[in-house]
């Protein structure tokens, strides 16, 4: 959006996703709780009594040249670890395996976690308990881990953990 005259907008608690504002005018807009997301482009704003997200405000007619831009909400990545099985277990061939996992995000849900052996998906599940069940076919071993996603974005990787498959 190229020289938007979005004065006095209500932006509150919007989260502006791949958008470019580029010239925009946000004088006395409120931008409270205002998140941002990947892909978005602010450039060439002209601030002035601009609610920022963090309820801070913007007035560049006191010539301080304070702007919102570093004050958006930026999404926190989910927190994920392994629960199950434990690291160096030792399996049967062909045995049903319970991996499980606990994800959480500080500032919202967690959308869903995938579950990988050597890097290959080999589940998801989207509602806690975070679990799937595995069934080997080879013998080998392997590296377990789980990604938790969160709905804006964020994406978080367990630490391994090693399963014998005999």
Request: glycine fraction near 8%; hydrophobic fraction near 35%.
């Amino acid at each position: 959006m190229r020289n938007s005259d979005l004065r006095g907008a209500d932006l509150s608690f919007t989260t502006l996703w791949y958008v470019s504002l580029n010239n925009a005018d946000l004088h006395n807009a409120n931008l409270l709780g205002a998140r941002l997301r990947v892909g978005t482009n602010l450039s060439g704003i002209a601030w002035g009594n601009t609610t920022c997200s963090d309820s801070s405000n913007s007035d560049d007619n006191d010539g301080d040249n304070f702007t919102c831009e570093s004050n958006f909400i930026v999404n926190q990545p989910p927190t994920v670890s392994l629960t199950s099985p434990a690291n160096n277990a030792t399996v049967s061939r062909g045995a049903n395996v319970t991996i499980s996992a606990t994800a959480a995000d500080p500032d919202g849900p967690v959308d869903r976690v995938e579950f990988f052996a050597n890097g290959v998906r080999i589940g998801s599940d989207s509602s806690v308990p975070y679990s799937i069940v595995w069934r080997s076919t080879i013998r080998g071993t392997f590296t377990i881990t789980a990604r938790a996603y969160d709905f804006d974005g964020g994406v978080t990787t367990s630490a391994p953990v090693t399963v014998r498959v005999k």
